[in-house]
């Protein structure tokens, strides 16, 4: 009876939360992704009647975005935290299931039963007993995705914790990442030219199983489904407040000048900010691997890139730098004349430029080239990261917690997932434009490349540290009010999108969330696929198409990109009125 009513009243606590929360900017972003998800949903349901292969293969990537997802997007949903209950002394097992049941409660989870309806399909095209089956099957396999994704997050914040633990938990998130992005490479190194037999034996396939008449998978859902909420349970008592490393033994700051103070003290944030820890070493396993993965087929043309898919993940790691630091910046707003923008910029520099420089020479060395061009990318994006760092997160603030307030999920650095997924993505795209100039030229001139790889990095990071500067101190007090009530001034919202008409508001909401799709990976990245012969690779539409469409398919694709955002910009801009 207690276990009940505790249950039904979280679900009732996180139904009223949602109810409150879901309007404007978030109601319009929640409505993004649950289109979006019931179109993958949706998807997946036709495969049911397509191939049982490809529907298990199907239910093993919803496994892997339940269990990823969260680690990459701010440590999932928390709506409802455990700290919230810590002083009434409930048990381990009873809190555990009452968030179990709160977890049920949201897009996210409805979307993926969507998806599991798949399973009732599969049942009935094989009888009524199947069909019968698929409702169980559903329900646990429901429950699985959700203590998969509790759990995951709950041993990533163990490990962020520790400085080794952080360290190791970006390396392996990190590899595990670009394994996903390079999982062709493994299917054409083993040969595997259909969805490899395993699927069907992971947690994902068990539900698929247990409708085609395997009822041990039908048991076997089940008695994971209680491991994990133990499991779980158990690490719910350790969620008691992130660790912080001592800072015994450190040397005292003995700066002679502001810069050198903002030097020091940044670059002392890189070493002991765990989250930073985490975010650094993620950014270097995920460069390392992705361009280390060819090697499995013995083609190492992608290692010379290490060193330039490490900056720019980690310029999208930093892009909310000053959203991280939360209401810090009221050292720099309180003292006369002064701007950190310089002194963070050398010090992310400081901290990034030596390990980029290493991995590019070495493995530049190691397979002797292309000299020219990648010396070209190196200064272009190490000057377009120091720039755009500081400047999309004074534009582009997201507010976020302070490091000393953080809960005991370290992974939540924002209540505002999705704001800090777009700024990544538009830091990743920033990046690339400011890598084409020194590019081309390169690949055209050669060596000529160099140079305006030099002028173009010191250009960005001058230009761009300057409009980042203009803009704390034009507006700092009203990005400290941001960070310190984590809403965003009315004004810019009403003048914006609250003028606009509802078809208006349809139209711009579109065109910004969905046009980096053929802008980015549609468009540059397929280029970039095609120019090193890397064809028919997943699902980058141009590498599929004859050698004469290539080029002008991903041509067209950024065109579309581009027209999107144009658009957007074009429905939301000012109005004069007559």
């Given at each position: 009876?207690?276990?009940?009513?505790?249950?039904?009243?979280?679900?009732?606590?996180k139904v009223a939360v949602l109810r409150h929360s879901f309007h404007g900017t978030r109601a319009?972003?929640?409505?993004?992704?649950?289109?979006?998800?019931?179109?993958?949903?949706?998807?997946?349901?036709?495969?049911?009647?397509?191939?049982?292969?490809?529907?298990?293969?199907?239910?093993?990537?919803?496994?892997?975005?339940?269990?990823?997802?969260?680690?990459?997007?701010?440590?999932?949903?928390?709506?409802?935290?455990?700290?919230?209950?810590?002083?009434?002394?409930?048990?381990?097992?009873?809190?555990?299931?009452?968030?179990?049941?709160?977890?049920?409660?949201?897009?996210?989870?409805?979307?993926?039963?969507?998806?599991?309806?798949?399973?009732?399909?599969?049942?009935?095209?094989?009888?009524?007993?199947?069909?019968?089956?698929?409702?169980?099957?559903?329900?646990?396999?429901?429950?699985?995705?959700?203590?998969?994704?509790?759990?995951?997050?709950?041993?990533?914040?163990?490990?962020?914790?520790?400085?080794?633990?952080?360290?190791?938990?970006?390396?392996?998130?990190?590899?595990?990442?670009?394994?996903?992005?390079?999982?062709?490479?493994?299917?054409?190194?083993?040969?595997?030219?259909?969805?490899?037999?395993?699927?069907?034996?992971?947690?994902?396939?068990?539900?698929?199983?247990?409708?085609?008449?395997?009822?041990?998978?039908?048991?076997?859902?089940?008695?994971?489904?209680?491991?994990?909420?133990?499991?779980?349970?158990?690490?719910?008592?350790?969620?008691?407040?992130?660790?912080?490393?001592?800072?015994?033994?450190?040397?005292?700051?003995?700066?002679?000048?502001?810069?050198?103070?903002?030097?020091?003290?940044?670059?002392?944030?890189?070493?002991?900010?765990?989250?930073?820890?985490?975010?650094?070493?993620?950014?270097?396993?995920?460069?390392?691997?992705?361009?280390?993965?060819?090697?499995?087929?013995?083609?190492?043309?992608?290692?010379?890139?290490?060193?330039?898919?490490?900056?720019?993940?980690?310029?999208?790691?930093?892009?909310?730098?000053?959203?991280?630091?939360?209401?810090?910046?009221?050292?720099?707003?309180?003292?006369?004349?002064?701007?950190?923008?310089?002194?963070?910029?050398?010090?992310?520099?400081?901290?990034?430029?030596?390990?980029?420089?290493?991995?590019?020479?070495?493995?530049?060395?190691?397979?002797?080239?292309?000299?020219?061009?990648?010396?070209?990318?190196?200064?272009?994006?190490?000057?377009?990261?120091?720039?755009?760092?500081?400047?999309?997160?004074?534009?582009?603030?997201?507010?976020?917690?302070?490091?000393?307030?953080?809960?005991?999920?370290?992974?939540?650095?924002?209540?505002?997932?999705?704001?800090?997924?777009?700024?990544?993505?538009?830091?990743?795209?920033?990046?690339?434009?400011?890598?084409?100039?020194?590019?081309?030229?390169?690949?055209?001139?050669?060596?000529?490349?160099?140079?305006?790889?030099?002028?173009?990095?010191?250009?960005?990071?001058?230009?761009?540290?300057?409009?980042?500067?203009?803009?704390?101190?034009?507006?700092?007090?009203?990005?400290?009010?941001?960070?310190?009530?984590?809403?965003?001034?009315?004004?810019?919202?009403?003048?914006?999108?609250?003028?606009?008409?509802?078809?208006?508001?349809?139209?711009?909401?579109?065109?910004?969330?969905?046009?980096?799709?053929?802008?980015?990976?549609?468009?540059?990245?397929?280029?970039?696929?095609?120019?090193?012969?890397?064809?028919?690779?997943?699902?980058?539409?141009?590498?599929?198409?004859?050698?004469?469409?290539?080029?002008?398919?991903?041509?067209?694709?950024?065109?579309?990109?581009?027209?999107?955002?144009?658009?957007?910009?074009?429905?939301?801009?000012?109005?004069?009125?007559?």
């Amino acid at each position: 009876m207690a276990l009940a009513l505790t249950t039904l009243t979280m679900a009732r606590m996180k139904v009223a939360v949602l109810r409150h929360s879901f309007h404007g900017t978030r109601a319009q972003t929640a409505g993004m992704g649950a289109v979006l998800g019931a179109l993958l949903a949706a998807g997946t349901i036709y495969l049911a009647f397509i191939s049982p292969d490809l529907q298990a293969a199907a239910y093993a990537v919803w496994l892997l975005g339940w269990m990823l997802g969260p680690i990459f997007m701010g440590g999932g949903d928390e709506t409802l935290r455990p700290e919230y209950f810590s002083l009434l002394g409930l048990p381990p097992r009873r809190m555990a299931a009452g968030l179990l049941v709160a977890a049920f409660v949201g897009i996210a989870p409805l979307v993926s039963l969507t998806a599991l309806l798949g399973l009732l399909v599969a049942g009935a095209r094989l009888g009524v007993v199947n069909a019968l089956a698929a409702l169980p099957a559903m329900a646990l396999q429901l429950a699985v995705l959700v203590l998969l994704s509790k759990v995951s997050v709950a041993v990533v914040g163990l490990a962020l914790r520790t400085r080794q633990g952080a360290i190791a938990s970006g390396l392996i998130n990190g590899a595990i990442l670009a394994a996903l992005g390079q999982s062709w490479v493994l299917f054409v190194a083993f040969g595997q030219t259909g969805v490899p037999a395993a699927v069907w034996y992971l947690p994902s396939g068990w539900g698929l199983l247990a409708v085609r008449g395997e009822w041990w998978a039908l048991a076997a859902l089940a008695v994971l489904a209680a491991l994990l909420l133990g499991a779980w349970a158990a690490l719910l008592t350790r969620r008691a407040g992130a660790a912080r490393p001592s800072a015994r033994g450190r040397r005292p700051m003995r700066a002679a000048t502001a810069n050198g103070a903002i030097i020091a003290k940044e670059l002392r944030t890189w070493s002991r900010d765990l989250v930073r820890n985490h975010q650094l070493t993620f950014a270097l396993s995920y460069g390392v691997c992705f361009a280390a993965s060819p090697l499995v087929l013995g083609w190492d043309g992608m290692l010379p890139y290490a060193g330039p898919i490490f900056i720019v993940m980690a310029a999208a790691m930093a892009a909310n730098l000053y959203g991280t630091d939360g209401t810090a910046l009221w050292l720099t707003l309180m003292t006369p004349s002064a701007s950190d923008v310089r002194g963070r910029q050398l010090a992310w520099l400081s901290a990034h430029a030596p390990v980029a420089i290493v991995l590019t020479v070495a493995f530049t060395a190691v397979t002797g080239g292309p000299w020219p061009l990648i010396l070209a990318l190196l200064p272009a994006l190490l000057g377009g990261a120091t720039g755009l760092v500081p400047l999309v997160s004074a534009y582009g603030l997201v507010p976020g917690t302070d490091p000393h307030r953080r809960a005991g999920n370290p992974l939540r650095i924002s209540e505002d997932d999705g704001g800090l997924t777009g700024l990544a993505y538009l830091m990743l795209a920033l990046m690339l434009l400011t890598a084409v100039p020194a590019g081309l030229v390169a690949i055209w001139y050669g060596w000529a490349g160099v140079a305006v790889g030099v002028v173009t990095g010191v250009l960005c990071h001058w230009g761009f540290g300057l409009l980042a500067e203009r803009r704390l101190r034009s507006q700092g007090p009203e990005l400290l009010d941001v960070m310190r009530t984590g809403r965003k001034p009315q004004a810019t919202m009403k003048f914006r999108f609250e003028q606009l008409s509802k078809t208006h508001k349809t139209i711009a909401w579109w065109c910004f969330g969905f046009g980096a799709i053929p802008l980015v990976p549609q468009g540059i990245i397929a280029a970039v696929f095609v120019a090193n012969g890397m064809l028919r690779h997943t699902w980058f539409l141009a590498t599929y198409m004859p050698p004469g469409l290539r080029y002008p398919v991903a041509a067209a694709f950024v065109v579309l990109g581009l027209a999107m955002y144009g658009t957007g910009v074009w429905v939301v801009r000012p109005r004069s009125s007559r």
